[in-house]
Protein backbone atom coordinates (compact mmCIF):
# COMPACT_ATOMS: atom_id res chain seq x y z
CA UNK A 1 0.00 0.00 0.00
CA UNK A 2 1.41 3.29 -0.86
CA UNK A 3 1.16 6.53 1.59
CA UNK A 4 1.04 10.11 1.06
CA UNK A 5 5.05 10.28 1.55
CA UNK A 6 5.59 7.76 -1.41
CA UNK A 7 3.27 9.41 -3.68
CA UNK A 8 5.46 12.85 -2.90
CA UNK A 9 8.39 11.11 -4.05
CA UNK A 10 7.14 9.73 -7.25
CA UNK A 11 5.84 13.02 -8.28
CA UNK A 12 8.94 14.84 -7.13
CA UNK A 13 10.80 12.07 -9.02
CA UNK A 14 8.80 12.22 -12.26
CA UNK A 15 9.19 16.14 -12.48
CA UNK A 16 12.64 16.02 -12.02
CA UNK A 17 13.20 13.17 -15.16
CA UNK A 18 10.83 15.16 -17.15
CA UNK A 19 13.15 18.30 -16.48
CA UNK A 20 16.14 16.23 -17.29
CA UNK A 21 14.40 14.97 -20.47
CA UNK A 22 13.28 18.09 -21.84
CA UNK A 23 17.36 19.96 -22.13
CA UNK A 24 16.64 22.59 -19.86
CA UNK A 25 19.62 22.26 -17.78
CA UNK A 26 21.06 23.59 -21.11
CA UNK A 27 18.67 27.07 -20.78
CA UNK A 28 19.52 27.41 -17.33
CA UNK A 29 23.26 27.51 -18.12
CA UNK A 30 22.08 30.21 -20.77
CA UNK A 31 20.38 32.04 -19.08
CA UNK A 32 22.25 31.94 -15.74
CA UNK A 33 25.64 32.98 -18.34
CA UNK A 34 23.45 36.13 -19.68
CA UNK A 35 22.63 36.97 -15.82
CA UNK A 36 26.22 36.69 -14.52
CA UNK A 37 27.38 39.00 -17.76
CA UNK A 38 24.45 41.75 -17.47
CA UNK A 39 25.48 42.11 -13.82
CA UNK A 40 29.29 42.32 -14.53
CA UNK A 41 28.47 44.83 -16.83
CA UNK A 42 26.30 46.99 -14.15
CA UNK A 43 28.81 46.68 -12.04
CA UNK A 44 31.60 47.87 -14.23
CA UNK A 45 29.29 50.91 -14.95
CA UNK A 46 28.69 51.36 -11.51
CA UNK A 47 32.67 51.38 -10.84
CA UNK A 48 32.93 53.61 -14.17
CA UNK A 49 30.53 56.62 -12.54
CA UNK A 50 31.35 56.18 -8.89
CA UNK A 51 35.54 57.15 -10.36
CA UNK A 52 34.31 59.93 -12.71
CA UNK A 53 32.59 61.30 -9.58
CA UNK A 54 35.25 60.90 -7.30
CA UNK A 55 37.64 62.54 -9.82
CA UNK A 56 35.08 65.69 -9.66
CA UNK A 57 34.75 65.75 -6.08
CA UNK A 58 38.30 65.95 -6.29
CA UNK A 59 38.91 68.88 -8.07
CA UNK A 60 36.15 70.42 -6.69
CA UNK A 61 37.68 70.13 -3.26
CA UNK A 62 41.18 71.44 -4.87
CA UNK A 63 39.49 74.55 -6.09
CA UNK A 64 38.05 75.11 -2.45
CA UNK A 65 41.65 74.84 -1.43
CA UNK A 66 42.86 77.35 -3.88
CA UNK A 67 44.85 75.03 -5.71
CA UNK A 68 43.72 73.66 -9.62
CA UNK A 69 45.41 71.37 -11.34
CA UNK A 70 45.86 71.18 -15.56
CA UNK A 71 45.76 67.94 -17.40
CA UNK A 72 49.65 67.58 -17.01
CA UNK A 73 49.13 67.41 -13.11
CA UNK A 74 51.31 71.06 -12.72
CA UNK A 75 49.69 73.61 -10.86
CA UNK A 76 49.43 76.61 -12.72
CA UNK A 77 45.68 78.17 -11.85
CA UNK A 78 44.66 79.15 -8.62
CA UNK A 79 41.11 79.60 -7.85
CA UNK A 80 39.95 81.93 -5.04
CA UNK A 81 36.74 83.22 -4.57
CA UNK A 82 35.29 81.79 -7.68
CA UNK A 83 38.18 83.50 -9.09
CA UNK A 84 41.02 81.70 -11.89
CA UNK A 85 43.59 82.81 -12.21
CA UNK A 86 47.25 81.87 -13.63
CA UNK A 87 49.92 81.60 -11.60
CA UNK A 88 53.37 83.79 -12.28
CA UNK A 89 54.86 81.05 -14.44
CA UNK A 90 52.21 80.38 -16.48
CA UNK A 91 52.15 83.94 -17.63
CA UNK A 92 55.95 84.24 -18.12
CA UNK A 93 55.18 81.26 -20.83
CA UNK A 94 52.69 83.26 -22.10
CA UNK A 95 54.71 86.76 -22.73
CA UNK A 96 57.81 84.70 -23.49
CA UNK A 97 55.98 83.08 -26.77
Known amino acids: ?51 KLKKELKIQDDAAKGKALDKKGSANTIVKNGIVRKTKEVRDDIHAS
Open 1 to 51: MTTINDLKIYGLNTIAMAFNFTHIDIMLKILLTAVAIGYTLQKWYIMNEER
